[in-house]
């Protein structure tokens, strides 16, 4: 009998994290219905070692692919009715996978998926994650509307909330990768992970692609985010993130631009400072006005959260050099394709 969940794992040259993300697998409350499949992605460790000694299948790229292309291949290979997808720094709780194949049970779903909560450790930067976690899942209100006003209003409400959202179970647009299933049939149908996105906005494009069928978040069903975070790394996701913003843009004739506008005001306002020296001090305390969340946790007593907005700001600036590069370097990826209109593989 095939098992219930196939859960593909891709890795990297993950050797010394995977073990943990195997462990949490082999803990799970309904190990007998899993197979677990571990992409090793062209590693220059022992990563595949380590899966194999795990009892996990392993199937290898002979060069490194990224990560739609390790999904893509993990998914190919599945036999479950429904497909997990994990990455090899996350660890899900013992009732990960029982949680999701129950989401299924509702009406018209085809996709469920749970949080990705950041376990990176003591300091500011572990602790400026958990304030403002980029992996939670896109939110369905990103589907009302393409129109730039509209964008622009949730980017401020996003801004300005006094606290998050709800978080009950509620349908989304898009799940983070680090923690989503599908159900196979529907994956294929879709035509898979599109492999040119090689970091970033994969699942957003699948969910565009997607025929029918609700996503479901499922907020019982968290997996650890570990990792050691450096403000380096922080920096480089978002140029990666903002470039998959653009290959959005290039794919989809629909999507719009994605275009931080703070980074632009700040630096004309810095500029302006250069002529105008009494304007100086506002692009230094104006990010405190323009990203208030950091503000208020000072407020409660946090006051190293007062950089917050400095990294933030940091962050969208990345994230506008990487779209506005990728712009250009994607300018010819999808011309004429017609999979760039809804399927997965290039042709």
Known sequence: MPPSLSVVVCSYDGAARLGRTLDALAAQTVQADLE???????????????????GATVIRH????????????????????????????CEPGPRWAELLIGGYAEDGVAGVGGPVVPETGD?????????????????????????LPYRFWLYLKRQW????????????HAFSGGNMSYEREALLAAGGFDPRFRYAAEEEDLSRRLRRGRLLFVPEAPVAHRYAPTVRGLLRRSLAYGRGAAMQCRKWPG?????????????????????WPAVAPVPVLLPLLLYPVGLRHALRGRVEALADPYLRL???????????????????????????RGGGQST
């Open 255 to 275: 999507v719009r631009p994605t275009l931080f506008p703070w980074p632009a005001l700040v630096a004309g306002l810095a500029v302006a400072a250069v002529r």
């Open 314 to 340: 940091a962050q969208e600036t990345c994230e506008n050099i990487g779209f506005l590069h990728g712009l250009w370097a994607f300018r010819r990826m999808f011309a004429g394709d017609r999979a760039g």
């Open 123 to 147: 300091g500011f930067l572990p602790r400026f994650l958990e304030r403002n976690n980029r992996h939670e899942p896109l939110e369905l209100d990103l589907t009302v509307s393409a129109a």
């Open 36 to 54: 677990i499949i571990v992409v090793d992605d062209a590693s220059t460790d022992a990563t595949g070692h380590v899966a194999r000694g795990h």
């Open 161 to 172: 909330r006094a606290a998050p959202p709800s978080r009950g179970r509620r349908d989304v």
């Open 62 to 89: 002979d060069t490194n692919r990224g990560a739609a292309a390790a999904r893509d291949t993990g998914l190919r290979a599945a036999k479950g009715r429904i497909v997990a997808f994990l990455d090899d720094d």
